[in-house]
């Protein structure tokens, strides 16, 4: 019992430390990014002892800003709820990944760990559930601030959020009814194998449609440009109009966590997961196998390695698309945001799952 509860805890801590170490990494490849797009030199002031290392010491320095920033609240705002909306912004964010899994399973010392905090069977539901919980944080944060522009910025979130995850769970949907399962386990070890001889057998082949839906709903769930009319810099100035500090910080952070969530679905869904699936190889439980038959058997840990290698490097290629999205769109505005959502992403989403649904019952899975 102890030890399992070891095992949890301590799965529970690797997922969260490398959560927030990538997603303050991505405060500096943000910077970085745009300053490469736009023929800039970019973050590189900060520095220890002389060393800069190409700016990668500006999160240390936005982190010791934001400590020692005075932590202002308004005289009329709502005490408690300011000082909770951050928390309830970040925490679903962060809570997601328990059901995301990063590799099949490890042997050590006889036990059988699988590279998940838990295997729910309604996995995909649980996403859902608990992600939709971050609006309640931002709109919190406008509200308990007393702040016009806050609240404007705040109701432009929530109706952005309840318009793009219709979308998402439908897109979703045709995952569902391909792979049979709610699992997000299974659903990845449904991925393993080839179509046709050589190509991956990648939710992505099955539903190319639902991965374009999902790829626009979850930039619009994460509230970054093109979708980011709740911030609206140039506009309302946002739902944390009136926060500084860490708590502002909270928020920055959420919206990076909500990234790295993104392309952890993304991942899991459409491309494998933790399949290293490349044409003509992939790598299972017992050693590398070839088309046509060939085997090459593998050490156990080099089997994980090789898995947890490539779920990061999927992951990462993900997060580097949604951060090269951010600094290539301009806005939408509010009405084309919304004919977006409710006239073309929902028909096209209804659409697919229907056209899902016939080819499922004529040829089977």
């Known amino acids: 019992m102890l030890v399992d509860l070891a095992i949890v805890l301590g799965k529970i801590l690797v997922v969260i430390s490398a959560v927030l170490g990538l997603a303050t990494v991505m ?30 010491f500006h999160p240390i320095a936005d982190a010791l800003k934001m400590i020692t920033k005075e932590d202002f609240i308004p005289a009329k705002a709502d005490r408690l709820l300011h000082t909770l909306a951050p928390m309830l912004a970040i925490f679903p964010a962060l809570v997601v990944f328990a059901v995301i899994p990063f590799g099949d399973v490890v042997n050590i010392a006889g036990r059988t760990i699988k590279l998940q905090i838990a295997d729910l069977n309604v996995g995909i539901l649980y996403i859902f559930g608990i992600a939709s919980l971050g609006v309640f944080g931002v709109i919190l ?23 793009y995850e219709i979308s998402m769970g439908l897109s979703i949907l ?51 440009i093109p979708f980011d009319l709740p911030e609206g810099e140039s506009e309302i100035l946002g739902y944390f109009v009136e926060y500084s500090g860490l708590k502002f910080g909270l928020f920055m952070m959420s919206e990076f966590v909500e990234t790295i969530v993104a392309a952890a679905v993304i991942t899991t869904l ?10 003509f190889l992939y790598v299972a439980a017992d050693g590398l196998h070839l088309v046509g038959g060939a085997f090459v058997a593998m050490p156990h840990w080099l089997v994980v390695l090789c898995q947890v290698g490539a779920y990061v490097a999927k992951l990462m290629f993900f997060v580097w ?14 009405d084309q945001l919304m004919h977006l959502g409710w006239k073309i992403m929902l028909p ?11 080819v499922v019952l004529l040829i089977g899975r």
Request: one cysteine or more; charged letters at 15%.
């Open 141 to 163: 944060a406008g509200w308990a601030s007393n702040n016009r522009y806050g609240l404007l910025g705040a109701m432009r979130a929530c109706s952005q959020m309840i318009s």
């Open 270 to 279: 459409f491309f494998g997961g933790w399949q290293p699936s490349l044409p």
């Open 174 to 224: 045709g995952i569902v009814m391909v792979f049979q399962t709610l699992q997000l386990d299974a659903i990845a070890h449904a991925q393993e194998g080839f179509l046709f001889g050589f190509l991956p057998r990648w939710g992505l082949f099955f539903q190319p449609l639902g991965f374009v839906l999902f790829m626009t709903a979850a930039v619009a769930e994460t509230k970054r």
């Open 27 to 56: 405060t500096w490849a943000e910077r970085k990014q745009s300053a490469v797009m736009q023929d800039r030199i970019g973050a590189n002031r900060a520095d220890i002892f002389g060393l800069r290392i190409i700016g990668l």
């Open 321 to 334: 698309l949604l951060l090269l999205i951010r600094w290539t769109f301009p806005r939408f505005r509010y």
């Open 348 to 358: 096209l989403a209804l659409l697919n799952v229907l056209a899902t649904g016939v």
